[in-house]
C-alpha cells in the first residue's frame, strides 16, 4: 500500500509506533555492538580519555545542530517519511567502516557522520509518533519506543561479547551491517507516511483516528518567514521552563564512555564492556514502557524528577565507590534513570506546544541538550585529565540533584489547546 494511501487511512497510523520500535530495536543493536566497544579500541589506538571527550564532544555537537534544522523542516516537509530513512541509511552505512579505522580522527570521522544522521531523522521521527497517537498516550508510544530501542541495546552488547570471545574488536564493526541492514528495510517497509491531525480526538489507546487533511509541499515566502517567526515565540513559557532545567542537567550529562572508563580503571576488563551495557539496557528495556505509560496518570515532572535523583546517585556511586560491585550495581540502576526521562520528557515536549510548531519544539530540544552534553564531554575528559575521575563525576551528579529539585518545584505545564 502507498504512503498516500497510508495517509487516508487512520488505522494504519497505530502501526507506525510499532514500525519506528522494530526499527529502533534493529538500529539500535547495530549501535551498541560498536558503542561499548569503541572505548576499549580506541586505547588500542593510544587514544586517551581527552580524545574520547573531544570525539563524543564534536559528535554531539554536530547532532544538536543538526537537530535544530530538523526540527524546522519537521514542520514543514508534506513527507517526513524520506528524511527519517535518509538517517538510518547513513547511520549504518557508516558504522561498519569503524572496522578499516587506523587513527583516532578516523573514529571522529564516523561518529561526526552517524550523529549527523541521527540529528537528522529525531524530530521528524518524534513528530511523526506524537502524530500517530493522541495526546493521552503520548507517554505509553514514547515509552514503547524507548523499550524497543533499548532492548536492541540489550541484544547488541549481547552480540558482541559473543563476537569476541573468539573475534577481535573489528570484527565487531563488520558484523554491525547485519541489523544495520534490517533496520533500513523496516524503515523503507513497515513506516507510513502521516500528515497533519486535526484538533479533536477522543481518549484511548493506540487507536483509529479521524482523517487527517492531506497538505501539498510549503511554498516559502517572505510571509511564511514572519509566520515561522511569530510560531518560535508562541511556544508556552512552561516549555521554556523545563527546557532550561533540562539543559542545565545535560551540563553534567556527559558521554556514557566516561562511565565505561571508570569501570576499566577499578579492573573490570575491556572485554567485559558489552556486559555493562547489558546489565544497564535490561533495567532501560523493562522499566521504559511503564515509566512511559506512568507518566501518563501522573505529572511528568515528577517522574523526570526521580530519573534525575537516579542519576545522581549513579554517579556518586562511580565517583566515590571505586570497587567493581558498587561499579556493577550502579550500571543496572542506570538504566532506571533513561527510562524515567528520556520518553517522560518527551512526551512533555509534545503535549505543552502546539501542533504545528512540534517539530521546532523538538529541535530546540535537542539542540540545546546536545550543546550541553558536548561541554560536558569536553570539560569532564579535561577535569578526569588533570584532576581524575571522582571530581567531574561528583559534580555531574551535583547538578542532577539540583535539577531535581527545580523540576519539583515547577507548576504543572499548561498544555497548549493547539496541541493534539
Avoid at 546536545?370 to 571530581?391: D, N, Q
Wanted: net charge positive.
Amino acid at each position: 500500500m502507498s504512503d498516500s494511501a497510508a495517509d487516508l487511512n487512520p488505522e494504519l497510523r497505530p502501526r507506525n509506533v510499532y514500525a519506528f520500535g522494530a526499527t529502533s530495536f534493529f538500529n539500535d543493536t547495530a549501535s551498541e555492538m560498536a558503542y561499548w566497544v569503541l572505548p576499549a579500541f580506541l586505547a588500542s589506538l593510544g587514544v586517551g580519555p581527552e580524545k574520547l571527550g573531544f570525539i563524543e564532544g564534536i559528535a554531539e555537537s554536530v547532532a544538536s545542530f543538526t537537530k535544530l534544522f530538523s526540527g524546522y523542516l519537521a514542520d514543514r516537509a508534506s513527507r517526513r517519511k524520506p528524511i527519517v530513512v535518509a538517517g538510518y541509511l547513513v547511520a549504518n552505512a557508516v558504522k561498519p567502516i569503524l572496522a578499516l579505522a587506523t587513527s583516532w580522527w578516523h573514529v571522529l570521522f564516523i561518529r561526526f557522520a552517524d550523529r549527523l544522521a541521527k540529528g537528522v531523522r529525531g524530530a521528524p521521527r518524534d513528530v511523526m509518533l506524537a502524530e500517530s497517537v493522541p495526546k493521552e498516550r503520548a507517554g505509553a508510544a514514547f515509552g514503547l519506543l524507548q523499550s524497543m530501542d533499548s532492548a536492541g541495546a540489550v541484544a547488541g552488547p549481547l552480540l558482541a561479547l559473543w563476537i569476541l570471545r573468539s573475534h577481535g574488536l573489528r570484527s565487531v564493526f563488520w558484523a554491525a551491517l547485519i541489523p544495520g541492514g534490517v533496520c533500513i528495510l523496516v524503515a523503507l517497509l513497515g513506516i507510513r507516511e502521516v500528515r497533519r491531525k486535526p484538533a479533536h480526538h477522543t481518549p484511548g489507546s493506540f487507536g483509529p483516528e479521524p482523517d487527517a487533511a492531506r497538505l501539498d509541499a510549503p511554498t516559502l515566502s517572505i510571509d511564511d518567514g514572519l509566520e515561522s517567526a511569530a510560531s518560535w515565540r508562541s511556544l508556552p513559557a512552561s516549555f521554556y521552563y523545563v527546557l532550561v532545567i533540562v539543559t542545565l542537567f545535560s551540563f553534567g550529562n556527559s558521554s556514557d564512555m566516561f562511565l565505561v572508563l571508570r569501570a576499566q580503571s577499578v579492573g573490570i576488563a575491556a572485554a567485559y564492556a558489552p556486559l555493562l551495557g547489558l546489565v544497564f539496557n535490561i533495567t532501560y528495556t523493562a522499566i521504559s514502557w511503564p515509566a512511559g505509560s506512568l507518566s501518563d496518570r501522573f505529572p511528568r515532572r515528577v517522574v523526570a524528577a526521580a530519573g534525575y535523583l537516579v542519576f545522581a546517585v549513579v554517579y556518586f556511586v562511580f565517583a566515590w565507590g571505586p570497587n567493581q560491585p558498587a561499579i556493577w550495581g550502579a550500571m543496572a540502576i542506570y538504566g532506571l534513570f533513561y527510562a524515567l526521562t528520556a520518553p517522560v520528557l518527551k512526551a512533555l515536549v509534545s503535549e505543552t506546544v502546539p501542533a504545528e510548531v512540534r517539530g521546532r519544539a523538538f529541535g530546540i530540544y535537542y539542540f540545546t541538550t546536545s550543546i550541553g552534553t558536548l561541554l560536558a564531554s569536553v570539560v569532564t575528559g579535561e577535569l578526569w585529565k588533570h584532576y581524575g575521575a571522582p571530581v567531574p563525576l561528583a559534580l555531574s551528579a551535583a547538578l542532577a540533584l539540583v535539577c531535581s529539585v527545580l523540576l519539583l518545584v515547577s507548576r504543572k505545564p499548561q498544555v497548549s489547546q493547539l496541541a493534539v
